[in-house]
């Protein structure tokens, strides 16, 4: 460890020598502050649990996105090649859902995607830098020598090298990986603003990097995702927004934490896993964003040639089931977020709900009262 008590960050894929401590952002971040040990949970935890059991029953503990949908992290320098961004919000397909709930505001001022830390900039992308391969294509690239994060979400190059994307922003390292709401209205997504995460949070924030397992100890609360988050009411900070489509869902921006009381020597974890789960009793993790089960995030080292294998499975959490998990206390709730017909797959869910259990309690979701019958 370094005299300041952080890892140093030195991958070999990396365009300099020059270490880089880990966790991201400040030290008195919201996502570098432990909890404290005997933080309360919520009122609602005890139902949302058993939500996110419904919601994955043959799974009983949490998974962890290794291989696919989850962040590829590249390293620039000052002689990284620098490219200005072409937004294609809207000509992408996956993304029409997104242009029809921001018609109303578009005009020649509104960001289309890119958060003004980006557009009109060149941003350092390093000649090997590739997306995640699928269609969320995240990308995240730590920029060593400003001290600045880029995040990328459904990016692509062309045949000619320009970098295309439906979303970008720039966050400092050393600050408090937080975004800041400005100009964004109900039922957009926070994507058309620059965040590359739903909930609004960088996607470097509770990213497990690989270095950390290396050295044992994560010292930041770490980033899940699951299949039921909350419909319009979000906790923030850390949240900005939400992409929920369940009504009374789990709210993004809450915190998951394994019981700190609970002795992992019950189970029979690899040293990586053991690692992991320390840091959920300590730390916590931070709803972010939907996925089809209850997952963490691991750093995508496939884009390096690299992978996992022989030190972390995507299932090596699984031993410790949901019920050794509570979510904190997360008062007041925010209300907002991304209305779920605008997005395809958020769609099928929130019909489905409705056709099973009615249009009560949804008259507030402007503007679409009464719509739904």
């Not at 043959?58 to 290794?66: Q, V």
């Not at 020598?145 to 966050?171: F, M, P, S, V």
């Not at 400005?182 to 990213?207: I, M």
């Not at 992991?276 to 964003?289: S, T």
Request: aromatic share 8%; with cysteine; charged share 15%.
């Amino acid at each position: 460890m370094a005299s300041n008590g952080k890892f140093n960050y030195n991958l070999p894929n990396a365009m300099t020598t020059t270490p880089y401590p880990l966790p991201f952002f400040s030290p008195d971040s919201f996502w570098n502050t432990p909890l404290p040990p005997r933080a309360a949970a919520d009122h609602h935890s005890a139902r949302w649990m058993q939500t996110l059991r419904a919601a994955q029953p043959s799974r009983p503990g949490l998974h962890i996105n290794l291989n696919a949908w989850t962040i590829p992290v590249f390293h620039a320098d000052a002689a990284t090649p620098r490219h200005r961004l072409c937004p294609k919000l809207l000509r992408c397909h996956l993304s029409q859902g997104h242009v029809k709930a921001s018609e109303p505001y578009l005009s020649a001022t509104h960001p289309l995607g890119l958060h003004a830390s980006v557009r009109g900039h060149a941003i350092p992308i390093p000649d090997r830098a590739a997306p995640d391969g699928e269609a969320d294509a995240h990308l995240s690239i730590v920029d060593l020598g400003t001290r600045t994060a880029y995040d990328l979400w459904q990016c692509r190059r062309d045949r000619a090298g320009h970098w295309h994307t439906n979303a970008a922003i720039a966050y400092p390292l050393d600050g408090p990986g937080l975004f800041t709401v400005s100009g964004l209205h109900r039922d957009e997504s926070v994507h058309f603003h620059g965040p590359c995460r739903a909930s609004g949070v960088p996607a470097l924030a509770g990213l497990i990097m690989r270095e950390e397992i290396r050295a044992g100890r994560i010292a930041h609360k770490l980033a899940w995702a699951c299949p039921v988050p909350g419909l319009q009411r979000y906790v923030s900070p850390p949240a900005a927004w939400t992409d929920g489509w369940l009504p009374g869902g789990v709210p993004e921006g809450c915190t998951l934490r394994l019981d700190p009381a609970l002795d992992l020597a019950r189970f029979d974890l690899r040293p990586a896993a053991l690692t992991i789960a320390r840091a959920l009793q300590e730390y916590g993790a931070v709803l972010v964003d939907y996925a089809g089960a209850v997952t963490l995030y691991g750093e995508l080292l496939t884009p390096h040639g690299q992978s996992w294998a022989g030190r972390l499975g995507e299932e090596d959490l699984a031993a410790i089931g949901l019920e050794h998990y509570h979510i904190l206390a997360t008062g007041a709730l925010t209300e907002g977020g991304s209305h779920p017909v605008y997005h395809q797959g958020m769609a099928r869910l929130f019909y489905d709900y409705i056709e099973r259990h009615g249009t009560a309690g949804l008259e507030r979701l402007e503007p679409w009262r009464g719509a739904y019958v």
